[in-house]
């Protein structure tokens, strides 16, 4: 896994509107501790996962899709463990992307 971390002084509606639309292929990963200053975005495509706190900003890219799951699932059990409840993967109403997460099998996380 490839991981680059940056500072960005923004809010998260930066990612949401721009960085990490549907349209760029990312859903937002929801869970009960977003905010203003945090939130998480998953692309299926190119395998990377998005996360901004408080202008920290960490990307993850994968080298297999296998490896992508596999940090989809880490990232669900880090919520869990600190008491941050995981509500799941939102692809938005776009059914390409939803078929994506489906196909990798992580289906069971959209909602």
């Given amino acids: ?5 940056d500072f960005e002084s923004c809010d998260r509606y930066k990612f949401d509107y721009t960085r990490c639309t549907v349209k760029k292929g990312f859903a ?25 706190c408080e ?9 297999s899709v296998e490896e992508f ?20 993967i939102d692809p938005g109403f776009d059914e390409k992307l939803k078929a994506r997460f489906e196909e990798i099998e992580l289906g069971c996380y959209l909602h």
């Fill in 1 to 5: 896994m490839k991981i680059k971390r």
């Fill in 28 to 52: 937002q990963i929801d869970t009960s501790q977003d905010a203003h200053y945090y939130g998480t975005w998953a692309n299926p495509f190119d395998l990377k996962i998005i996360t901004y």
């Fill in 55 to 63: 202008g920290d900003v960490t990307t993850q890219e994968a080298e």
């Fill in 69 to 88: 799951v596999g940090a989809i699932h880490d990232l669900k059990r880090w919520n869990d463990d600190r008491g941050h409840r995981f509500i799941g």
